[in-house]
């Protein structure tokens, strides 16, 4: 008996470091509610676990955000505070850490999530207090079904990304177009109907459909899967990755097998900087095709701009700038532009405006939302590794004549 | 061709979980302690190995001369700080007080894990990664085929040191009767800790050939201390032949679920197998019963 005390003890001692490391700096709700005191901005983000390769880079950007807004005069006049709590990449977190920002902190306003599986409870926790949730990485379709009315996402709508790529397959010439093509996705609420878009246009041109699959979100092993697609022999792979972690098995494992489809597309995981370390250099890169709203090149004033920023305050090359980093800026931004275009912090009035087909210039170029909070406006790129850089192929930048198609062989410059 | 595939496939990534699980089930056999570390652990071996490559050009099989010894002497000291001041209390505190100090081993490694390294994802790279032998029309990648070398080789070696050897003697004395085998001289304390850093150096070598098949960061533990702790309760706790059984029946069932008929399902189909199993042999496969 004299024992348990122990257990409790250090069970309780766990648990405080545990929700200790969730959070960071903290705002008292007097502080927040003062005119003249800093504008206390609240957003979860998972900052472990396996969404934290966006969402790491997303709080970068979420920061970047705030120093620059400071450093040139703040919001209305004040200050920008950011409090990022971590949601570990575990879902029952969100909504309890957007609880805890409305209610506990006082937060005046909320950006998002990442991941489409995030956003639909943080929006509904965000609607309940009349909150606007703005975010740039969580706009699959199940999103603008919810009947929420509150939720802004300045990134790319699932019919932008891998869409504009298989009406470039299927608008090649009969003698060139490939006729199979094989689909395998993880099972998320983005990566699924992204997959879905690029099979439609793909079989409505004649382009059989040789393999088709769902898989979960944790695999103990890709390789079956990969093995499977690579005996279909497929001239086309599309394939619903969530990250690096799911691509590069299936990278290795199409090495491995010797088995070099025509055209790679995958959903994520093909940016930079981490890709080419992971697969082994640019030979395994080149031909790979991704799509996305920003990359370091992109001729725009702002985009410009922030790459300026972000190399003055994290260093580094441009061209290993995250385009998560980018997205993660736009929402501010957006806020941002919204905040000064009513005036105010009242959610209501930043609603109305956000919905108004109000056109904001951004990092990631324009963003104008439809009633549903879709970004009709943004820019689309489709990148492709090319002689082992990181480009965008279609539209094309300076230097670079469109697509490489079909796909160069594995290790070739 | 493609079930052959699969089952091959199943059976060389089985060898790499079964590296990955044997520490766990190894510590749980002579010391009854859960190491829940055990994920963390091995994605720790992994950014050894990959550190040593990336930044030393050391491949990552001769690497493990000296990961393995790093990783004996943290298991050690994980047991002299942590585990060994637990073992005054009952049985049953013992194995929960236990779970809760792995645990916490488990989210400092991944705090600093995460402050060293950042959240992005690497691999261990060598020339032989992307390689493969051809067998019988079967593409069997290299890398997996050496891993798999490696696991049956250590656990055959550790299989001799507990059944051959006067210090596997000294093991399984402490396993079967912690009491009784210090009343005959047996030096308990110095058994569990080598035991202990056993268990967590051979990690190393998982943790190897885990980064080099798959890409990781910090939090890529997680994911995985689940499906080491399933095998080495299907192979049975204790039992190295065991983790060896259960990792390859996990990943040979779930491979060919895969690809018979969705890789959905896989998760589903093994989860059956599991508990039908356990009603069958509720030691494990190859598990004794587990004294009180």
């Given at each position: 008996m004299k024992r348990t005390p122990i257990v409790l003890l250090t069970a309780s001692a766990l648990l405080s470091l545990t929700l200790a490391a969730c959070g960071s700096s903290a705002s008292s709700p007097a502080a927040a509610a003062s005119s003249s005191a800093p504008i206390l901005v609240g957003a979860d983000l998972s900052l472990s676990g396996d969404f934290a390769t966006e969402g790491v880079p997303y709080a970068h950007g979420y920061d970047l955000w705030a120093n620059y807004v400071n450093s040139h005069g703040g919001l209305l006049g004040r200050k920008v505070s950011m409090k990022i709590l971590s949601d570990a990449s575990n879902q029952a977190?969100?909504?309890?850490?957007?609880?805890?920002?409305?209610?506990?902190d006082h937060a005046s306003l909320l950006f998002g999530p990442v991941s489409t599986?995030?956003?639909?409870?943080?929006?509904?926790?965000?609607?309940?207090?009349?909150?606007?949730?703005?975010?740039?990485?969580?706009?699959?379709?199940v999103v603008f079904s919810s009947g929420l009315t509150n939720v802004f996402d300045t990134g790319l709508t699932v019919s932008g990304t891998v869409v504009p790529f298989a009406k470039y397959l299927a608008a090649l010439p009969a003698s060139e177009r490939p006729t199979t093509a094989a689909y395998a996705t993880e099972n998320d609420p983005f990566d699924?109907?992204?997959?879905?878009?690029?099979?439609?246009v793909l079989q409505a041109a004649g382009i059989k459909t040789v393999f088709n699959k769902t898989f979960p979100q944790e695999v103990a092993d890709y390789t079956p899967i990969a093995d499977q697609i690579a005996a279909t022999h497929a001239q086309v792979v599309i394939l619903g990755a969530g990250d690096l972690s799911v691509l590069s098995p299936f990278v290795h494992a199409f090495i491995q097998q010797g088995y070099n489809p025509e055209a790679f597309y995958t959903a994520n995981g093909a940016n930079p900087p981490q890709f080419l370390p992971a697969i082994g250099g640019v030979g395994n890169a080149n031909g790979i095709v991704t799509s996305g709203s920003w990359f370091p090149g992109y001729q725009n004033a702002q985009s410009e701009a922030f790459v300026k920023l972000y190399l003055k305050t994290y260093g580094g090359s441009a061209a290993n700038i995250d385009p998560s980093v980018a997205e993660g800026?736009?929402?501010?931004?957006?806020?941002?532009?919204?905040?000064?275009?009513?005036?105010?912090?009242?959610?209501?009035?930043?609603i109305a405006y956000l919905h108004s087909g109000a056109t904001i210039q951004t990092v990631l170029g324009p963003v104008r939302f439809d009633k549903l909070g879709e970004n009709t406006a943004a820019s689309a790129f489709l990148f492709q590794w090319q002689g082992g850089q990181y480009v965008s192929a279609d539209p094309p930048q300076a230097g670079v004549q469109g697509l490489v198609f079909p796909k160069p062989a594995w290790g070739a410059s | 061709m493609i079930y052959g595939q699969a089952i091959v496939d199943g059976i060389l990534t089985g060898g790499v979980y079964a590296l990955m699980a044997a520490g766990l089930t190894l510590t749980f056999g002579v010391m009854q302690v859960i190491n829940v570390a055990q994920g963390v652990l091995v994605v720790l071996g992994a950014y050894l190995s990959y550190e040593l490559a990336a930044h030393g050009g050391i491949d990552p099989f001769v690497g493990l001369l000296i990961t393995v010894p790093a990783l004996f002497v943290l298991g050690v000291v994980i047991e002299v700080v942590l585990i060994r001041?637990?073992?005054?209390?009952?049985?049953?505190?013992?194995?929960?007080?236990?779970?809760?100090?792995?645990?916490?081993v488990s989210v400092i490694t991944e705090g600093a894990l995460d402050l060293?390294?950042?959240?992005g994802l690497v691999e261990v790279q060598a020339s032989y990664v992307d390689n493969s032998f051809v067998w019988f029309g079967m593409h069997l990648p290299e890398i997996y085929v050496y891993g798999f070398l490696l696991a049956a080789g250590l656990l055959g070696a550790l299989s001799l040191l507990l059944y051959r050897t006067r210090?596997?003697?000294?093991?399984?004395?402490a396993e079967q009767n912690r009491t009784s085998a210090m009343l005959v001289g047996v030096p308990v304390q110095r058994v569990s800790t080598i035991v202990f850093g056993i268990g967590v150096a051979i990690t190393a070598a998982g943790g190897m050939v885990f980064g080099a098949t798959n890409a990781f960061n910090g939090s890529s533990g997680a994911d995985l201390i689940s499906r080491l702790l399933t095998i080495v309760i299907l192979g049975g706790l204790g039992s190295m032949g065991g983790a060896l059984a259960g990792a390859v029946a996990l990943l040979v069932v779930e491979n060919v679920v895969a690809v018979a008929w969705s890789p959905e399902w896989a998760p589903l189909v093994f989860s059956v197998v599991l508990v039908g199993v356990l009603l069958i042999r509720p030691n494990g496969l190859l598990g004794r019963a587990v004294a009180s």
């Open positions: 977190e969100v909504t309890t850490n957007y609880q805890d920002l409305i209610s506990v599986l995030f956003t639909v409870p943080a929006a509904r926790e965000a609607q309940r207090f009349g909150y606007a949730l703005v975010e740039g990485a969580g706009g699959g379709p699924v109907p992204e997959t879905q878009g690029a099979q439609q800026y736009s929402v501010g931004q957006v806020v941002q532009a919204a905040v000064e275009a009513t005036h105010s912090l009242d959610q209501a009035k930043i | 001041r637990l073992r005054h209390l009952s049985v049953f505190n013992f194995v929960v007080m236990a779970i809760l100090a792995t645990y916490a060293a390294f950042g959240s210090f596997g003697r000294s093991v399984r004395a």
